[in-house]
């Protein structure tokens, strides 16, 4: 069953320092998701692509963080500079393309990221 | 996107039915409902997906009356496995976009005991 990839699993930095997440969706899913969920909490849209081009990105925190997709296939998820309230799970999610579905998203194993 | 309300935890024994009903008082026409399952440390897995009226797979049923203003994930005979957070999201065919907002609730903790 195809899966979707993320690296790294875990991270740990320290604070002000630069991070970067990476995802592979499932191949032929248009839509990919970047979620962050902190503990106790559901998952938090941070931004949204169909194909290359950003869909949503109204919860990403602008000023630290940058999401690309340049061929609409894997992505990047970048905080820059970290801080600690950055710590929590980094999830990607990915779907097929919005035109054809309920947008049944499709997760992978997420990024722990802890900022010291 | 239509706004869910779901209990924040329940509990349950080995080998029970479990009900967890979602409340979604302004679902649109063209949304449909959809449940995951989430375990520590993963990300959630899709359960299942359905419109009106009752879907079935090997996991679990979905009710949805006929005013579509809640529905009820139906886990039969659940085991310690199945201790997980399940979410309810409402989503309209075609995905969200175009100003509709995927929000994803608390969810409901459900715990299974020995």
């Known amino acids: 069953e195809a899966e979707v990839a993320q690296s790294p699993r875990y991270k740990i930095t320290e604070k002000s320092q630069a991070v970067a997440f990476w995802c592979d969706p499932i191949?032929?899913?248009?839509?990919l998701y970047w979620y962050r969920q902190i503990l106790g909490q559901g998952p938090e849209l941070l931004v949204q692509f169909q194909d290359e081009s950003v869909v949503d990105d109204s919860q990403l925190p602008k000023d630290r963080f940058s999401a690309e997709r340049l061929k609409g296939v894997d992505s990047t998820l970048k905080i820059q500079p970290a801080e600690l309230g950055d710590s929590a799970m980094y999830l990607c999610a990915s779907s097929l393309p919005r035109t054809v579905s309920t947008d049944t998203q499709y997760f992978g194993p997420g990024t722990r990221l802890t900022v010291l | 996107l239509a706004k869910t309300t779901q209990p924040i935890s329940m509990d349950s024994y080995e080998g029970q039915e479990v009900n967890i009903t979602c409340s979604h008082n302004?679902?649109?026409?063209?949304?449909?409902i959809t449940w995951y399952q989430q375990f520590p440390s993963q990300g959630p897995r899709f359960i299942i997906q359905?419109?009106?009226?009752?879907v079935t797979n090997e996991v679990a049923s979905l009710f949805i009356p006929a005013d579509r203003k809640s529905s009820t994930l139906s886990l039969p005979r659940v085991s310690l496995s199945d201790t997980a957070v399940y979410y309810c999201l409402v989503l309209p065919y075609g995905g969200a976009g175009n100003n509709r907002k995927l929000i994803w609730g608390l969810g409901t903790s459900l715990a299974v005991n020995p």
């Open positions: 359905g419109y009106k009226t009752k």
């Open positions: 302004n679902i649109a026409t063209n949304d449909y």
């Open positions: 191949s032929g899913h248009a839509t």
